[in-house]
């Protein structure tokens, strides 16, 4: 079965430096793999995406994650924090099933940025 | 296009009653996704649909949900006799059957069971 672990229900960095949230997890099947982010009263939106390319993702607003097969791990990073990165993160499975797609969502990281 | 939409974005009602939202997704869309996120967690998963049909449909999903695209376009989710443990912001999203499953959600409908 799916699942998704988010290492971390808060990280807390300090302007322009590296921002590292910690995505594993497990599928039967080699899956797609993604990254949303939910700012405060607004929709999910997808910042990059996992479907079996390269296994480095460039996303929007300067974050990446890397897929590792061996460690079943897709974290996502960012160089250089900004005041606006300050937002909750999922990390997110889809697989295939039998019935169609099926995503399962992580709890949730959220993401403190201090000045 | 202006995205995926939901209504009402807000919904109060007392427990026993029935309440039912509506999504509208992105209109090329063939993919419709229902989710339910509580306070402090990730979606969690109800509902999925290509054009009109139900292909999946989470375990944890009561007898008192159901959920319809009779036409392949807009989607309704009907929760009948609520109780409280339903208060959650319900999520709907859509995606193209082009691979890759990118879905784009939208902004949700928020029920409180009073």
């Known amino acids: 079965a799916q699942s998704v672990t988010q290492l971390g229900s808060h990280v807390s960095v300090s302007e322009g430096a590296l921002v590292l949230l910690r995505c594993n997890y497990s599928?039967?099947?080699?899956?797609?793999l993604f990254w949303y982010v939910q700012y405060p009263n607004q929709g999910l939106q997808l910042l990059l995406k996992?479907?079996?390319?390269?296994?480095l993702v460039k996303g929007i607003n300067g974050f990446e994650a890397e897929f590792k097969k061996s460690e079943t791990s897709f974290h996502l990073t960012k160089p250089s924090a900004h005041m606006s990165d300050a937002a909750e993160y999922f990390c997110a499975v889809s697989d295939l099933t039998t019935g169609g797609f099926k995503t399962i969502f992580g709890a949730g990281t959220r993401l403190f940025v201090k000045a | 296009d202006t995205g995926v939409s939901q209504n009402p974005r807000h919904k109060i009602t007392k427990r026993g009653q029935n309440v039912t939202f509506r999504c509208d997704p992105i209109?090329?869309?063939?993919?419709l996704y229902w989710y339910r996120q509580t306070l402090g967690q990730g979606p969690e998963f109800l509902t999925y649909?290509?054009?009109?049909?139900?292909?999946?449909k989470s375990r944890l999903l009561s007898d008192r949900f159901s959920a319809e695209r009779p036409k392949g376009s807009f989607s309704t989710l009907e929760i009948q006799r609520t109780e409280q443990g339903d208060s959650a912001m319900y999520l709907c999203?859509?995606?193209?059957?082009?691979?890759?499953?990118?879905?784009?959600f939208g902004p949700g409908t928020r029920l409180t069971v009073t």
């Open positions: 599928s039967s099947v080699p899956p797609y």
């Open positions: 649909f290509q054009n009109e049909a139900q292909l999946e």
């Open positions: 996992y479907t079996s390319a390269a296994t």
């Open positions: 999203a859509s995606s193209v059957d082009t691979g890759g499953d990118e879905q784009y």
């Open positions: 209109s090329e869309h063939n993919r």
